[in-house]
């Protein structure tokens, strides 16, 4: 009965969870180190437990692979699983559609574009040690997401499924004009297609300083808008009735969640399947309150989405798998049969 | 106007749809323990009513007041706290359980940044108890019946704990039990706990049983607005409703209802076949004999009045409802010289008397005295004979005697009710 226990349970388990996770995606890599050892690595990075690990014990070459190759990576990804999830969530709340994904409002298409610009047309290191890859396609997926909100807005309400129909509309539009540079680049073509299917390969700490953040606070505000969510779900005139400022909740809650999908496609390319699936199976699993479903969809996307790029960087040593492909091959089949199990209506 | 007894005021509310004017210079003042119906066809307003005084819809010119402040200037939540809104559906998009669906209704009292508290638990346990939902608090709504859905709205609404409720269309789409249940809820938190009601109902008859105000919405306009009996009446309801209705009195509950009417004489007489002979006719009541008579002359446009009859009879309600002109006496009265003289100058007055079939004891006898009289002053006088006088007669043979006396004298004898036009 009492949610606010209830979610603390959850969320506790599932930080649980995500600790061990982060520790087994440490160890294994090309370079083979113990789960004693990175369990020792990681531990010396832990304020309070620190002084009791004897770092010399360890070899140097371990802890700076861990340190500065896996850990940047991992990180990230927890990062941009949460990101992901957490747009999902509330985009599925907000159109009531079990289709509805954080690139529903064009982000996706919209950062593609950007980043092909960046890719093809501008060479630099860019900012803050931020690639000109990675600002372009920002720009591209916030520019995406404002058009749409604006051509939604009529006067002063967003109509979700104007929303819907110009999101799909600009992204149709959009990768056909990031189609268009690549006939005139072919020879970045690789480059392109590489990063818009999404993955970790160029993680590195200063993409972490920037993303985690900015994720941790929109987040944090987005989720104290649950409890307006779950009304909004029963209609936009009930919920007035109710008591929630519908209009205003709803504005705040689609540019909070476009930001936060904006700033995770940016960061890691086209993910797929995390932002859509990983609320479902919460949903089966804690129910529809978006008190509960919420943070813990969170942290479900952050576990999902570092063992889904744990495995890409893992299976095939020492090629590596785009992560949308480990998401999709190994999620859908779990998530399919989760559906069939369970029998009921999840929406 | 909004001091102590008005807890919703509105005063010269207008509102328009793209440019069409929805809500014409509405005004009008609830008091505090009113339950009142808003009648109207599709499209009067009534909707668009409820959403202004919810605060669904904005943008309206006027001034909307609640407990003595403008709801402008209220927040979203301080309007639910004082307006709880029960409409006829709700479709969440997901599946929340029974609780988590009253809880909903406790969104009013609890901040953005809190949890929720004992009191609101203790409120969400306390309305579900009264609306019977209790036992299936954990159940998801989406499995339920479509009656026991509307349980668990209104007891979202009632978790606002508001001092109005808005009703719209609650029952609707709903059987008859629950109708009848949702009705005695709504009166006894009109009652007893002192709730203001005011209800948009599909169903006239409900809301004028319950209602203790009607109001009477006629394309964005207040027809009119006031106790039922003065509010409703055949005329009020075929201006606004356009269409013809018959208006009695519940001879059990003694309230008004309203049914709809379905009579080929009735439509005979609208399409004006009858030419109208006589302008004038007195109508001859008692035990109800005369109500159908009344009605049916009504309705073919004839000039009536109706006497002598007791008080507390339905005929008088009749008479009363249809507003026709009569003479009544003290109940279980015999008739005074007094009313007699009255119904005979009624008499004087008419062109006709048409004598239903009344059943004669030694108080009423004088009416059929005023009826022989009729025929003296050459009156056209019909009598309905659908019932032998002999087993009527509760004189000893003194009325069937004066009964033969009138037919004798030229009365005309019709076997029933409808067959009087032909003789008209």
């Known amino acids: ?347 | 106007m909004s001091g102590n007894n008005n807890i919703l005021s509105v005063k010269n509310l207008n509102f328009s749809y793209d440019k069409k004017k929805i809500l014409d210079n509405v005004s009008f003042d609830v008091g505090k323990e009113d339950f009142i119906s808003i009648l109207g066809p599709n499209g009067a307003g009534k909707s668009t009513l409820v959403n202004l005084i919810s605060s669904v819809l904005k943008e309206y010119e006027g001034g909307i007041e609640v407990g003595g402040r403008n709801l402008k200037e209220l927040n979203s939540k301080d309007i639910a706290k004082m307006i709880a809104v029960v409409p006829q559906y709700t479709n969440p998009g997901f599946s929340f359980t029974v609780a988590e669906m009253v809880m909903m209704g406790r969104n009013p009292y609890i901040s953005r940044f809190g949890v929720e508290r004992k009191e609101d638990f203790s409120a969400v346990n306390k309305v579900m108890e009264k609306t019977r939902i209790l036992s299936f608090a954990d159940r998801k709504f989406l499995e339920l019946s479509g009656g026991e859905k509307q349980r668990v709205i209104i007891a979202q609404a009632l978790a606002q704990d508001s001092s109005i409720l808005l009703l719209d269309e609650p029952t609707s789409h709903l059987d008859i039990n629950f109708q009848i249940e949702f009705m005695n809820l709504f009166l006894n938190l009109n009652r007893k706990e002192k709730k203001t009601i005011i209800g948009i109902f599909h169903d006239i008859n409900l809301a004028i049983q319950n209602s203790k105000k009607i109001m009477l919405l006629k394309e964005g306009r207040i027809y009119d607005f006031g106790r039922c009996e003065e509010v409703i009446s055949r005329q009020s309801l075929k201006s606004v409703f356009n269409s013809d209705v018959f208006v009695g009195k519940n001879p059990i509950t003694k309230k008004m209802y309203v049914s709809p009417v379905f009579s080929p004489t009735g439509q005979r007489a609208a399409a004006g076949k009858k030419v109208k002979k006589y302008l004038r006719i007195h109508v001859i009541g008692g035990g109800g004999a005369a109500s159908p008579v009344i009605n049916l002359l009504q309705e073919s446009g004839y000039d009536l009045s109706c006497g002598v009859i007791n008080t507390l009879d339905t005929d008088l309600d009749t008479a009363q409802m249809l507003g026709i002109p009569y003479v009544n006496e003290a109940p279980f009265s015999p008739i005074s010289i007094d009313s007699q003289n009255k119904n005979l100058r009624f008499i004087e007055y008419s062109d006709a008397v048409i004598l239903p079939t009344v059943e004669f004891g030694p108080g009423n006898f004088s009416n059929l005295v005023s009826v022989k009289k009729a025929v003296g002053l050459r009156k056209k006088v019909i009598i309905i004979d659908e019932k032998s006088i002999s087993k009527r007669d509760h004189t000893g043979g003194k009325a069937e005697k004066l009964y033969r006396k009138i037919i004798k004298d030229g009365a005309i004898v019709v076997k029933s009710v409808d067959q009087i036009l032909s003789h008209l």
Do not use: C
Not at chain 1, 36 to 51: F, Q, V
Not at chain 1, 61 to 78: A, E, G, N
Not at chain 1, 216 to 239: H, K, P, Q, Y
Not at chain 1, 322 to 345: A, E, H, R, W
């Open chain 1, 1 to 347: 009965m009492r949610t606010g226990i209830r979610t603390l349970k959850y969320i506790f388990v599932l930080l649980i969870i995500l600790g061990l996770v982060i520790v087994v995606a440490a160890s294994i890599g090309a370079a083979k180190i113990s789960l004693k050892d990175t369990s020792l690595i990681l531990a010396s990075y832990i304020p309070g437990i620190n002084h009791y690990i004897d770092t010399d014990l360890l070899e140097y070459q371990d802890i700076v692979i861990i340190s500065q190759i896996r850990l940047p990576r991992i990180f990230l990804s927890i990062f941009v699983g949460i990101a992901l999830a957490g747009a999902g969530v509330i985009f599925q709340g907000l159109f009531r559609n079990p289709m509805a994904d954080p690139f529903v409002i064009g982000v996706s298409a919209g950062a593609a574009l950007g980043a092909t610009i960046g890719l093809v047309f501008i060479t630099g290191v860019g900012l803050l040690g931020i690639s000109t890859t990675t600002i372009f396609a920002l720009l591209g997926a916030m520019g995406t997401a404002f058009l749409v909100y604006n051509i939604s807005r009529v006067r002063g309400k967003v109509s979700v499924i104007t929303i819907l129909l110009s999101g799909i509309a600009l992204s149709a539009m959009l990768s056909a004009m990031t189609y268009f540079i690549m006939i005139f680049k072919t020879q970045d073509m690789a480059k392109i297609v590489f990063w818009v299917m999404g993955g970790f390969t160029s993680a590195s700490w200063s993409n972490f300083v920037i993303l985690a953040p900015v994720v941790t606070v929109l987040v944090t505000i987005s989720g104290f808008f649950m409890r307006d969510l779950n009304i909004i779900s029963l209609g936009d005139e009930r919920a007035v009735q109710l008591g929630v400022q519908t209009d205003k909740v709803k504005k705040i809650l689609l540019i909070l969640a476009s930001l936060t999908a904006a700033v995770a496609v940016s960061m890691s390319g086209i993910i797929g399947f995390v932002g859509l699936i990983t609320p479902h199976i919460l949903r089966l699993l804690v129910g529809p309150d978006h008190k509960i479903l919420y943070p813990t969809s969170v942290i479900a996307g952050g576990i999902v989405l570092l063992i889904s790029d744990t495995l890409a960087r893992t299976v095939l040593i020492p090629r590596e798998i785009p992560v949308g492909v480990i998401t999709s091959i190994v999620g859908v089949p779990f998530f399919l049969y989760l559906l069939v199990k369970s029998k009921k209506q999840i929406f």
